[in-house]
């Protein structure tokens, strides 16, 4: 439709009209009849007002979607489209592991095609928009939605949001495989205090321009079509009603120009934050900050007619956020075909392929911890299985909540399929059984209600119960493998010295048990690395390897001097840190220089080596530290990744350039520049690299 339609639209519609466009509620408010239902009734909705609502968010089916737009367009005036939005976070039907998984892939490709396929399944079952990416920075695993994440670094993060953006929207959104994706949460919702989720936050503008900001400056370059503004307060402000936030710097500075969505109920929790007295307050602060939907509530339904009539909002405000609703239901093509392809079966395909690729990402997205020369197993091996998620299907993780659990492969199938005959020991009784198997198989971690929404936890060690399991089968098998299903990095030291190999599978998908067993038997050779430090206790946290320099920071001149910044119980080195993962090659990298290409241009040539049989890929990290800066800089920063395949006996040969964008950091001011100075840079296969040389830049 051309744009002087719309506005044509525009000028048809009554202001409670208009208004609607900008209500979202759930499925369950449009029954078989469209009679009013029980939530109806709570939120005092006619049906006149339920029949002038813009979205609808939550459905399931294919036949929800054409049910409730059949029901919606005959009883609409104006008959604009409902647009559907959900939370497609790692695959529809077709589980992929969780987005920290696919952020330790350390490989965008594989997060686009991922994206991709998720659009692919989710568009026949009539999404439109998905509550997706999750560009939260993250630095504390007691919060449970790190798994929606990609980890701890802002360059990391970026990168991933981006590829999430883009296989998601694909090159036009009128391609009915597409979904406009919405980046999550604007702004700061993963630094909640004491990793609790929905908690008060408090940072710097430095750590917000530095470490939150860069993931959503990724999506908007990308051009995601939505922003949803956090729970949490920002300045004291909640991001709900923070105008700072949501005009001043996304849209003035950061120059977003799509629609602002509010959470689940966001705008009612403005009177749970007391910074609203009632509905009509609540309603005047987010709109007036800027937020344009609002999520399951009536606040703007029933006080934004009100406060236009006052003068209190302008309808031109209102306008012009009505029309880009208009606008992205255009952009979708609504207006030509409400059902978006649904009812042309010509259009509907067999997803089973989808499944074979879910196996594939799966493998590329788990992270070798530890191989005392114990891996690969092989089939000639006797394999003793034990451990809670030996044989569960619970391995889909948070947010999958299309996916079906029964239909998933567990570990003991995985085996099985891959022509394994594991012996399968449930009761203690039995663990005898285990000495006369060659290795044994240990599945322990988390159940997924432990990850994900309303899921911190104050402890992240593996429980006592699969502790003392660990141990009970070392005493009877000491060729111990542990198999990880996990939400959140968790504290494995009580375990670590028991077991010769650990894998962490974190929460695979619906291919779970086949994509463990081709890691463990080198079908896949394992090449992801950890996107979030795995600390040796809880009690480190928040911790990530990004740590700034401080008056007193612990180095190993002073690390037996007490009054240094350490603990007295423990070092501060991680159990395993950022960036590590291990494989079956033996791939190595030399010959690293440095060189200058212009005043603020850096070269960095490598040459990486891989001396086995084995063909493997490796991640080749840069890490950068800013010598003297006017504010306290990290000891290292992550600045460029590569995910490297190296054939058997084969060497690499690579360059990368750094420039002036790579080397500037938010000065005091906010200003964003590169000082004159000296560089060092640190380039390996973990966050621990060695030195690899320092350059200087002249002004
Ligand atoms: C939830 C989450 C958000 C999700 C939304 C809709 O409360 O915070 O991530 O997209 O509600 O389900």
Redesign the pocket.
Known sequence: MEQTKLLALLDQMTLEEKVGQLVQLTPMFFSEQGEVTGPMNELEMTKEELFQIGSV??TRTKEDVISIQTTYLANSRLKIPLIF???V?HGYETIFPIPLALASSFDTELVKTTAELSAFEATRAGVHVT??P?ADLVRDARWG?VL?SNGEDPYLSSQMTRAYVEGYQGEILSDKDTLAA?V??FVG?GEAEAGRDYNTVDMSDLNLYQNHLPAFRAAIDAGVKLV?S??NVWRGIPSTANKYLLKDVLRNEMHFEGLVIA????VHELINHRVAADKKEAAYRAFSAGVEID??TDYYQHALPELIQDGLIEMDQLNQSVLKMLELKNELGLFEDPYRGLKDETLDRDMTPLRAKAREIAGQSMVLLKNESILPIQPSEKIGLVGPKANSHDVLGA?SWIGNPDKAITLEDGLKQAGFNPTYVEREIDYVQLKYCDKVIVAVGEISDEGG?GASKTSIALSQRQVELIKEVYHWNQNIIVVLVNSRPMDLSAIQPYVKGILVSWFPGSEAGIAIVDVLSGRVNPSAKLPMTFPQSTGQLPMSYNFLSTGRGINEHNHAQKYVSRYLDSDNAPLYPFGFGLNYSQIELDQVKISQIDQTTVEIKYQITNHSENAGSEILQVYMQDKVTEVARPERELKYFEKIHVAAKETVNGMIRLGKDDLSYWHADLSFTMDPGAFDFFVGFDSHAPLAGTWTYVE
């Open positions: 968010l939550g939005m959900a939370d976070i509550f997706s999750m939605r929606e919405c999550k949460h919702y949803m956090s729970f959470d689940y109920a966001a999520m399951v947010w929404e």
